[in-house]
C-alpha cells in the first residue's frame, strides 16, 4: 500500500534537546509538507520541498529544520530554538487530486 | 496565515440526520478542499473542488463552491457515528500551491 509513514508516533523531548520526526513517502510524489497544529486550530504550515535538495519556509519556520535529500524522505528537526514546540506535527506529500497526510506525530516538552 | 473559516465550530446533530458546514476565504483560489481527522490523526482527503466548479458529489458528501461569494459548503447526509470528526477545509490560491487551512468544524453524530 502507498503512503506516508511517520515515526515515531509519541515522542518526549527534554529542554534543550533538538529532535527529529521522520516523514518517509513511496507515493512517488514531489512535494512534501511539515504541518504543526495545536488543539482546536488549523494546521500551519512549517516547510515544505517541492523537490529534491530544495525546501522553502512556511509561515513558523523559526526553531525548525529540514532536509530533502531523497525524494522518499523529508525529516523535521525540532530545535531547542522552539520556545513552544508541544504540538501534533504532520507530514503529508501532494497530488494533482489533494494531499496524503501521514498519522502524525505527537511531540511534548518534559 | 490562516484564510479559511469554519462554520459552525462545532455541531451535534442525531444519527441520520443531515449536517452542513461551510467554509469562507478570502483570497482568489485555484481549489478548494475538504478533509476529515479523528481524534489524534491525520486528515483524509474527502473531496476537491475546483475554481471552475459549482458542485461535486462523493457518496453521502456533496459540495458546493460559490466563487462569488468566496465560500463553500459540506454536506453529509444521513449521518453516521463513524462521521464524528474535525472537518476542515482548505484553499489552494493560484500558482503557489500551498494549502491554507480554516480551525475546522467538530462534527459529533449521537447514536
Known amino acids: 500500500d502507498g503512503g506516508i509513514t511517520q515515526s515515531p508516533k509519541y515522542l518526549f523531548r527534554k529542554e534543550g534537546q533538538n529532535v527529529t520526526l521522520s516523514c518517509e513517502q513511496n507515493?512517488?510524489?514531489?512535494?512534501m509538507y511539515w504541518y504543526r497544529q495545536d488543539p482546536g486550530q488549523g494546521l500551519r504550515l512549517i516547510y515544505y520541498?517541492?523537490?529534491?535538495?530544495?525546501?522553502q519556509k512556511g509561515d513558523i519556520a523559526e526553531g525548525y529544520s529540514v532536509s530533502r535529500e531523497k525524494k522518499e524522505s523529508f525529516p523535521l528537526t525540532v530545535t531547542s530554538a522552539q520556545k513552544n514546540p508541544t504540538a501534533f506535527y504532520l507530514c503529508?506529500?501532494?497530488?494533482?487530486?489533494?494531499?496524503?497526510f501521514g498519522s502524525g506525530t505527537r511531540l511534548t516538552v518534559v | 496565515s490562516q484564510q479559511g473559516e469554519e462554520d459552525p465550530q462545532a455541531l451535534s446533530i442525531q444519527e441520520g440526520e443531515n449536517a452542513t458546514m461551510n467554509c469562507s476565504y478570502k483570497t482568489s483560489i485555484n481549489n478548494l478542499q475538504w478533509y476529515r481527522q479523528n481524534s489524534g490523526r491525520g486528515l483524509v482527503h474527502l473531496i476537491l473542488?475546483?475554481?471552475n466548479e459549482r458542485e461535486k458529489h462523493s457518496g453521502r458528501l456533496r459540495v458546493t463552491l460559490d466563487t462569488s461569494k468566496k465560500s463553500s459548503s459540506l454536506l453529509i447526509t444521513a449521518s453516521r457515528a463513524a462521521d464524528t470528526a474535525s472537518y476542515f477545509c482548505?484553499?489552494?490560491?493560484?500558482?503557489?500551491?500551498?494549502?491554507?487551512w480554516g480551525a475546522g468544524t467538530k462534527l459529533i453524530i449521537k447514536p
Open positions: 520541498s517541492q523537490i529534491v535538495n530544495d525546501f
Open positions: 507515493l512517488n510524489h514531489d512535494a
Open positions: 482548505a484553499t489552494e490560491e493560484d500558482s503557489n500551491y500551498q494549502l491554507i
Open positions: 503529508a506529500s501532494r497530488e494533482a487530486r489533494g494531499y496524503t
Open positions: 473542488i475546483r475554481s
